[in-house]
């Protein structure tokens, strides 16, 4: 079932300076972190016409203009993170990213916990993949684990050392080799 997750991301109008007003829109809040399968829903608060355009060469989204009080959502179906800008008002920093979280079920178990990590919310998201990337205790680089066209994985951790465990996913499209950014790691803990 998907969540709806409505944010509010406006234009603002302000800074008076002496003798005169700026006006700067910005994307409030410029940063926002949701889960996967949410939805973010821009309205346009402002006097003037924006859009929510997510950046090249990914293209992921493209509201197209949005006219003072209209509103434009997209739902976010893989864990990643995903910088965007308003195609009028990128020259003035009009600029955010969007940070989709993954998520791991159990948080830390003994040694033969069979975790399962959920990197996305469909089955084979053509043309992408999800791209997964994992850091074993002790190591400080991240490694590639495998690319998948399934929402979600298991990691078995029979017979694996005891310690912290991370992951993180983007989306990546094999047929134009255009790819998100990695999300932000969510760790599971093996315990001995
Ligand atoms: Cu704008």
Not at 25 to 35: A, D, G, R
Not at 89 to 100: E, N
């Amino acid at each position: 079932m998907r969540r709806r997750f409505a944010w509010l991301l406006v234009s603002l109008v302000g800074l008076s300076t002496m003798g005169g007003v700026v006006l700067t829109p910005v994307f409030t809040p410029k940063k926002v972190t949701i889960k996967i399968g949410d939805t973010v829903t821009w309205t346009n608060n402002g006097a003037v016409s924006h859009t929510s355009t997510g950046n090249a060469p990914l293209n992921l989204w493209d509201s197209g203009t949005v006219t003072p009080g209209n509103s434009f959502g997209f739902t976010f179906f893989g864990g990643g993170k995903y910088p965007y800008h308003c195609t009028f008002h990128q020259s003035l920093g009009m600029t955010g990213t969007v940070s989709v979280k993954i998520k791991a079920s159990p948080p830390s178990g003994p040694q033969g916990t069979v975790f399962t990590i959920t990197v996305g919310t469909i089955d084979d998201p053509a043309p992408f993949r999800y791209d997964i990337q994992w850091k074993r205790p002790g190591d400080d680089r991240w490694m590639p684990l495998f690319s998948i066209k399934t929402k979600s994985f298991t990691f078995d951790s029979t017979g694996q050392p005891p310690g912290i465990y991370r992951f993180r996913s983007r989306i990546r499209n094999p047929n134009t080799m255009v790819f998100s950014d990695y999300s932000v790691p969510k760790a599971i803990t093996v315990t001995s």
